[in-house]
């Protein structure tokens, strides 16, 4: 954890199974604007223990720009999560575009919907061994951007883009994939600019990562 800042801590309990959840903004010295300020990244964790101890922290936005001016930049910050849990964990937070607020006092507020399965031990999707997706590159991207992902055993997937709204744009594979690592290219060349997430499902698991295409 050397360099690193965790803040803006926002958390959620399920009245259902008593998992706690936190989700919170943490800022990487690796991440940083021209100005040397750092951006952050929207983090998530849980405890089915009443917080004695906590799974990993998972990336939930993935939306690295260093050396980014004003404007172009993407911090995510000020998270908050709904108190209501049902499937997902809804969470607003602030997509902070520059370091000046007055400069940029109008930075958008959005929303992410986190999928979550309640099971014995509680806790998020529950992943096949050696299930991953990794962060798309380039991010943000111009048209076309790589994903790449692990399987840990043969396993039927479906990788989809979706929208804000959590409308589906594209199925990019569905079908019987061999256990290794697999990447796919995505040519969003006929697709508007804009914030939309890659889903990956493998079993009873899903693994989401969001990018920014800029045309």
Not at 34 to 39: P, S, Y
Not at 69 to 97: M, R, T, W
Not at 142 to 161: D, V, Y
Not at 187 to 201: F, H, M, P, T, W
Request: charged residues 15%; proline residues 5%; aromatic residues 12%.
């Amino acid at each position: 954890m050397a360099n690193l800042a965790i803040c803006k801590l926002s958390s959620a309990a399920d009245s259902v199974d008593g998992m706690l959840y936190v989700v919170y903004t943490r800022f990487d010295t690796l991440d940083c604007s021209a100005n040397m300020i750092a951006n952050g990244e929207l983090y998530a964790q849980h405890s089915s223990d009443g917080g004695i101890t906590w799974s990993s922290p998972q990336n939930l936005t993935n939306t690295q720009t260093p050396g980014c001016f004003p404007g172009d930049c993407y911090s995510e910050v000020y998270p908050s999560v709904a108190n209501k849990i049902d499937e997902n964990l809804h969470i607003f937070y602030q997509l902070d575009k520059g370091y000046s607020y007055d400069l940029y006092p109008d930075d958008p507020m959005l929303y992410y919907k986190m999928p979550i399965t309640r099971q014995d031990i509680g806790g998020f999707n529950h992943l096949p061994s050696g299930f991953e997706l990794f962060p798309n590159y380039p991010n943000p991207f111009n048209a076309q951007t790589s994903i790449s992902f692990r399987l840990g055993e043969k396993s039927r997937i479906n990788l989809s883009i979706y929208n804000l709204l959590g409308q589906r744009v594209i199925t990019l594979v569905n079908c019987l994939q061999d256990a290794g690592e697999h990447k796919i290219i995505w040519n969003a060349k006929d697709i508007s600019s804009g914030v939309y997430y890659a889903r990956l499902e493998a079993g009873q698991g899903s693994r989401s990562i969001k990018m920014m295409l800029l045309k």
